[in-house]
């Protein structure tokens, strides 16, 4: 059974959450490889619609074994929270493990966090609030703490008064109310009780499953053009959710995923700021984001929106080695007579098929081919042969210019309306 890797192929949201709940129905493990709480995975299923921030979407499998793997950053509070939405909704939570080397997503990051956007004034980054930078900040520099240190009450309340010497020091500078460290330690500990033996080693369990020969299912969180290396940095996250990313915050060696799928909306939207070349404005931008319903599933903001990137995504695929596409929300795409879709960008007169760093990207305009609408709904429609032809067109021009095959294709939000 192959390793499958799913990615991010524009700037997030691109339906990650649908795919994976799709997959995981036949899968024996799914591991959320990096990310935190800042994560906005929406399912839709039989069960209900769900908004997933760190659980991974494999949990309505109650036979697959649901890993937040070490390359996450984790709110314990946050995560216990999301169970109890699960449970109350009649999902056995059951199969949720917590890496034990996951780092610790504590109440001074969420407290740095909004700090940090705040001073940054109108250089914001748009960040989610969810302390999910500082976190890794502290990891990269050996200050995080992981989540198995919770098993050692007082080493643990130690570490955190020691920590927040310094953190509250820049609190206080710019005139935030400092923290307590009783108070921080307790909330921390208290959900860590409530999670009990969910916290384990998970490398026995992952390298088991490889053994075996069992399915797995790695989820990632953002997209490629959010990656802290090859993404508009700085307008980017704090990890990395590539798949090269997903061998690493999983535990898994990379010669094991045999299958990467790039997720791609059928347009390209994005929260947070930094260039977006094809981005509408006005009622143009208005008009697809009511009727696609595009807003955060994390943070509620309204979702920035533009015509399908094929530079972006061909920049993703060149990362990631797409062995197929997913494609999502085509069904949002049925009302426009002409459909522009980005082949290229025009930079200082020269045009190029590259991605280039983010101040360059800034100037980039967009080269579009316009491509015929299909004037319908996709309603009804049960296979890729039942497709209209306009729509079958526009699909085939997104293999062509990406690279890389389309393998699903998304006609709705449930998990049935998707298109083998």
């Not at 929270?81 to 890496?99: D, H, P, Q, Y």
């Given at each position: 059974?192959?390793?499958?890797?799913?990615?991010?192929?524009?700037?997030?949201?691109?339906?990650?959450?649908?795919?994976?709940?799709?997959?995981?129905?036949?899968?024996?493990?799914?591991?959320?490889?990096?990310?935190?709480?800042?994560?906005?995975?929406?399912?839709?299923?039989?069960?209900?619609?769900?908004?997933?921030?760190?659980?991974?979407?494999?949990?309505?499998?109650?036979?697959?074994?649901?890993?937040?793997?070490?390359?996450?950053?984790?709110?314990?509070?946050?995560?216990?929270?999301?169970?109890?939405?699960?449970?109350?909704?009649?999902?056995?939570?059951?199969?949720?493990?917590?890496?034990?080397r996951a780092h610790l997503v504590l109440p001074y990051h969420i407290a740095l966090d909004r700090l940090d956007e705040r001073e940054r004034g109108r250089q914001k980054l748009g960040t989610t609030g969810r302390g999910v930078g500082p976190a890794y900040s502290d990891k990269v520099a050996r200050h995080g703490i992981q989540v198995y240190e919770v098993r050692d009450e007082r080493r643990f309340r130690e570490r955190v008064a020691h920590e927040l010497l310094t953190k509250n020091a820049i609190l206080e500078r710019f005139g935030d109310a400092p923290l307590d460290p009783t108070e921080v330690a307790d909330q921390v500990l208290t959900a860590a009780a409530r999670l009990g033996d969910r916290i384990v080693d998970t490398l026995p369990l992952v390298e088991d499953a490889v053994a075996r020969d069992a399915s797995v299912l790695l989820e990632g969180q953002l997209g490629a053009m959010r990656d802290l290396d090859w993404g508009i940095y700085p307008f980017v996250t704090s990890s990395n959710p590539l798949a090269g990313g997903a061998a690493v915050g999983a535990g898994i060696p990379p010669r094991y995923i045999t299958r990467v799928i790039g997720v791609v909306k059928a347009y390209s939207t994005a929260v947070g700021e930094g260039p977006f070349p094809t981005e509408l404005q006005g009622a143009d931008a208005d008009r697809l984001r009511e009727h696609a319903n595009e807003y955060g599933a994390t943070t509620g903001r309204p979702r920035r929106v533009g015509w399908f990137d094929a530079v972006a995504s061909r920049h993703a695929h060149r990362l990631n080695a797409f062995t197929e596409i997913a494609v999502t929300k085509l069904d949002m795409l049925g009302e426009y007579d002409l459909i522009p879709l980005c082949v290229a960008y025009e930079i200082d007169g020269r045009r190029t098929t590259d991605m280039p760093p983010t101040a360059i990207l800034e100037r980039a305009r967009p080269c579009y081919d316009e491509l015929a609408g299909w004037g319908c709904g996709l309603a009804g429609v049960t296979d890729r042969a039942g497709l209209p032809k306009n729509a079958t067109a526009y699909l085939k021009r997104i293999e062509e210019t990406v690279g890389a095959p389309i393998g699903m294709v998304g006609i709705g939000p449930e998990r049935t309306a998707t298109l083998l």
């Open positions: 059974m192959p390793v499958t890797a799913v990615v991010g192929a524009q700037w997030g949201d691109e339906g990650k959450g649908k795919i994976t709940d799709y997959l995981a129905q036949h899968a024996d493990v799914v591991i959320r490889y990096q990310g935190g709480s800042n994560a906005g995975h929406t399912v839709v299923n039989e069960h209900g619609t769900f908004k997933l921030h760190l659980v991974p979407s494999g949990v309505f499998n109650p036979n697959a074994l649901c890993i937040v793997g070490p390359g996450t950053v984790v709110d314990l509070p946050a995560l216990v929270e999301e169970l109890a939405m699960l449970e109350k909704a009649g999902i056995s939570t059951a199969n949720v493990r917590v890496a034990d």
